[in-house]
């Protein structure tokens, strides 16, 4: 089991960039592969990025190739997710969530979520 604490969201200009961060509070987060989702208001929860346990893989939301990069320091208990080039469409409450595997955390609820850290954007 891990807690997800999710950080490192604000009010940002167009063009911005962030990192955002997950932690484990409790557990360990190397043991499982991490994704990072995003909900806007009025709209479904979308996939952006997922990194396995050891790092080699990484799968992007068309959407987000090229401006986000998602990185782990394990040694730290900690996933990253690197965003450049910040639009108004960004906007949404980003959540991490822990699984076993990414096909898991992609595709289906199988996960430990975070509560998830605002990121606004504006124009």
């Known amino acids: 089991q891990v807690q997800l604490v999710e950080s490192g969201g604000g009010l940002v200009q167009t063009g911005d960039s962030l990192r955002l961060s997950c932690a484990a509070s409790?557990?360990?987060?190397?043991?499982?592969?991490v994704g990072w989702f995003r909900q806007a208001p009025g709209r479904e929860r979308e996939f952006t990025a997922v990194i396995s346990a050891s790092g080699v893989l990484t799968e992007y939301a068309d959407s987000v190739k090229g401006r986000f990069t998602i990185s782990r320091e394990n040694t730290e208990n900690t996933v990253y997710l690197q965003i450049n080039g910040l639009k108004p469409e960004d906007t949404a409450i980003y959540y991490c969530a822990a699984g076993a595997t990414t096909w898991t955390v992609e595709h289906t609820a199988d996960s430990y979520w975070g509560q998830g850290t605002q990121v606004t954007v504006s124009s």
């Open positions: 409790e557990g360990t987060l190397s043991h499982y592969a």
